[in-house]
């Protein structure tokens, strides 16, 4: 019988089960890090401020229109400091145009958010001008909690007019459980947004511009 020729065909070495893990082992060593310096993200938008009290039992008959820049208002922002890893905070127009609105609504019969250099058919009317250029965490109760803090101007003036009202910049928010970036934040919006209804009744606002409304011709 003739020989038969067999092709010769490289021989694979049976892979080892301890050379897989080892591979998977190093995978996961190398992607640790990168997942561990990925930033957290919180959404204004899903965030549920409640409602603060009315300031005021009588509401203003002038419009208020609350001036939304995203020059100086940004939809996203980033969170440091506090010994917390960075968070990328998104939806921050939501703190304008809902917490906001919907605290001044209580006081202004009419309030809506518009955009820079909007013409209004009011004669008369308010303006809210807002700013926002950071928002951080601290850190406190000896490094065992978190706190927000937010840098921002509210001011308020009449139109045709540079002089304000009112105006605050800067608030902290109440201490919550450490690294709860959530709650820092939720907390630091709703003092920021007290803080300027509770200065429309103890700064007297409500009377500057019950008097403002008073002095316009009828």
């Known amino acids: 019988m003739p020989n038969r020729t067999r092709c010769s065909r490289r021989s694979r070495s049976p892979r080892s089960p301890g050379t897989t893990w080892s591979a998977a082992l190093a995978l ?4 640790a890090p990168i997942a561990g310096c990925a930033a957290q993200q919180v959404d204004v938008r899903q965030l549920q401020l409640p409602a603060p009290a009315a300031a005021s039992a009588t509401k203003s008959a002038l419009p208020l229109h609350i001036v939304l820049d995203p ?3 940004p939809a996203s922002i980033e969170a440091t400091g506090g010994d917390v890893k ?3 905070v998104d939806g921050l127009h939501a703190f304008v145009e809902r917490d906001l609105r919907n605290a001044l609504s209580s006081v202004f019969t009419s309030v809506d958010v518009v955009p820079p250099n909007q013409s209004y058919p009011d004669q008369y009317y308010l303006l809210a001008e807002v700013e926002i250029t950071q928002l951080r965490f601290m850190s406190t109760g000896g490094g065992s909690q978190t706190a927000g ?3 921002w101007t509210f001011r308020l ?3 045709g007019r540079d002089q304000h009202i009112y105006q605050t910049t800067g608030t902290t928010g109440p201490a919550v459980g450490k690294g709860d970036v959530e709650a820092a934040i939720a907390g630091v919006l709703e003092a920021a947004v007290d803080k300027v209804m509770t200065a429309y009744v103890e700064r007297d606002i409500v009377g500057r511009v019950a008097r403002l409304e008073q002095s316009l011709p009828r």
């Not at 996961?28 to 992607?31: I, K, Q």
């Open 157 to 159: 003036r009449a139109a």
């Open 149 to 151: 803090r937010l840098e």
């Open 71 to 73: 020059a100086r208002v």
């Open 28 to 31: 996961a060593l190398v992607a």
């Open 86 to 88: 960075p968070v990328t």
